[in-house]
């Protein structure tokens, strides 16, 4: 008997694990676990920072790192191919997936898929300051007042925990020299940060737009930059009328109620992250989807680094200009 195999002809009906395994060219099936590979949208990215993740709404999406890029399976076939809109590309997806099942013989209804747990912080040592401590910091200019300020505490260690498939909980207790909790001023911790490990700098713990806690609204500008370090650096250069926050990162994109209620506090925001392509992407978002205008700062790749490389008056003798030009003011005082 002739087995004639399905066409589907809507974009729902496409395994969105097959969009990623096909296009990126995987060499593992995605069952439920994340993988981490180079970049498809950065040629020069010799560190994998390109991450395909189970999202919490149950479906596959990326994050790439190293451009700024995110999204789901629709945006990676349509940033991979430059097309113009979603209709253009699910029609594309559509056409690649019937000629798959076509000529293969999996059955993706029939792929045993399961969520793979993964580890969270679930307690952390705190530790006393060291001359190492000092020695890191100090090269921004940024010194024990402003970490405590913004609840920097240097940490001994943290423990991870996870549970297995057979329901056991594996943990992992992690130390390292030139580790910090950053915290919220009730004591929350919101995030670690390894300065000195190649992979995992930043291991979020929970959402929260950073500095929130410090900010007055008292003054007329908002910086958003791309750090807490950031932050620092920017208090460190003096303005009396301008504060500053950070996003989780820099491909965090902060919510639009919360920019709205910003807009109707101060008179005037921009945005400041790295100089680097995916710095200038991320600020380039915020302009189109929030009118807020960008500075790019073409000393070193951000602000801090700015700071120590150059000082802190060749830093704010630069900035300042590209301040005022976007905001249209000529006040930006220090």
Same mark, same amino acid.
């Given at each position: 008997?002739?087995?004639?195999?399905?066409?589907?002809?809507?974009?729902?009906e496409?395994?969105?694990?097959?969009? =990623?395994?096909?296009?990126?060219?995987?060499?593992?099936?995605?069952?439920?676990q994340?993988?981490?590979?180079?970049?498809?949208f950065?040629?020069?990215?010799?560190?994998p920072?390109? $991450?395909?993740?189970?999202?919490?709404s149950?479906v596959?999406?990326?994050?790439?790192?190293?451009?700024?890029?995110?999204?789901?399976?629709?945006?990676?076939?349509?940033?991979?191919?430059?097309l113009?809109?979603?209709?253009?590309?699910?029609?594309k997806?559509?056409?690649?997936?019937?000629k =798959?099942i076509?000529?293969n013989? /999996?059955d993706?209804?029939?792929r045993? =898929?399961?969520?793979?747990?993964?580890?969270k912080?679930?307690?952390?040592?705190?530790r006393?300051?060291?001359?190492?401590d000092e020695k890191?910091?100090?090269?921004?200019?940024?010194?024990? +007042?402003?970490?405590?300020?913004?609840?920097?505490?240097?940490?001994?260690?943290?423990?991870?925990?996870?549970?297995?498939?057979?329901?056991?909980?594996?943990?992992?207790i992690i130390?390292?020299?030139?580790?910090?909790?950053?915290?919220?001023? #009730?004591?929350?911790?919101?995030?670690?940060?390894?300065?000195?490990?190649k992979?995992?700098?930043?291991?979020?713990?929970?959402?929260?737009?950073q500095?929130?806690?410090q900010?007055?609204?008292?003054?007329?500008?908002?910086?958003?930059?791309?750090?807490?370090?950031?932050?620092?650096?920017?208090? +460190?250069?003096?303005?009396?009328?301008?504060?500053?926050?950070?996003?989780?990162?820099?491909?965090?994109?902060?919510?639009?109620?919360?920019?709205?209620? $910003?807009?109707?506090?101060?008179?005037?925001?921009?945005?400041?992250?790295?100089?680097?392509?995916?710095?200038i /992407?991320?600020?380039?978002?915020?302009?189109?989807?929030?009118?807020?205008?960008?500075?790019?700062?073409?000393?070193?790749?951000?602000?801090? #680094?700015?700071i120590?490389? =150059?000082?802190?008056?060749?830093?704010? #003798?630069?900035?300042?200009?590209?301040?005022? /030009?976007?905001? +249209?003011?000529?006040?930006?005082?220090?």
């Amino acid at each position: 008997m002739l087995r004639i195999k399905s066409l589907i002809t809507d974009i729902t009906e496409v395994p969105r694990e097959w969009v =990623f395994e096909h296009y990126l060219q995987l060499s593992v099936k995605l069952t439920g676990q994340d993988e981490k590979i180079k970049s498809v949208f950065n040629p020069n990215d010799k560190t994998p920072s390109m $991450y395909i993740y189970h999202s919490s709404s149950n479906v596959y999406k990326f994050k790439d790192f190293s451009t700024g890029k995110y999204g789901d399976s629709i945006t990676l076939v349509m940033e991979m191919y430059k097309l113009s809109t979603r209709g253009e590309t699910a029609y594309k997806i559509i056409e690649d997936y019937n000629k =798959f099942i076509l000529d293969n013989k /999996e059955d993706y209804s029939m792929r045993e =898929f399961k969520k793979q747990s993964r580890y969270k912080i679930v307690d952390f040592t705190p530790r006393s300051w060291t001359n190492l401590d000092e020695k890191y910091w100090t090269k921004f200019h940024i010194n024990s +007042k402003l970490l405590d300020f913004y609840k920097v505490t240097p940490l001994a260690n943290y423990k991870l925990s996870r549970e297995e498939e057979d329901g056991t909980v594996k943990e992992l207790i992690i130390k390292n020299h030139n580790m910090y909790g950053f915290f919220r001023k #009730d004591g929350t911790l919101y995030k670690i940060y390894q300065p000195l490990v190649k992979d995992n700098k930043f291991i979020k713990v929970r959402d929260y737009i950073q500095g929130s806690d410090q900010l007055t609204m008292k003054v007329p500008y908002l910086i958003i930059c791309s750090s807490l370090k950031d932050i620092m650096a920017f208090t +460190k250069l003096g303005y009396k009328n301008a504060e500053a926050i950070a996003p989780d990162s820099e491909n965090t994109m902060i919510q639009e109620y919360v920019i709205n209620a $910003y807009k109707h506090k101060y008179q005037g925001i921009v945005t400041l992250f790295d100089n680097d392509p995916a710095g200038i /992407e991320s600020m380039k978002k915020y302009e189109k989807r929030y009118d807020i205008p960008y500075v790019v700062l073409d000393l070193s790749k951000d602000l801090s #680094d700015s700071i120590k490389d =150059f000082g802190i008056h060749k830093t704010r #003798d630069a900035l300042t200009p590209l301040l005022k /030009e976007k905001l +249209k003011k000529t006040v930006i005082t220090q």
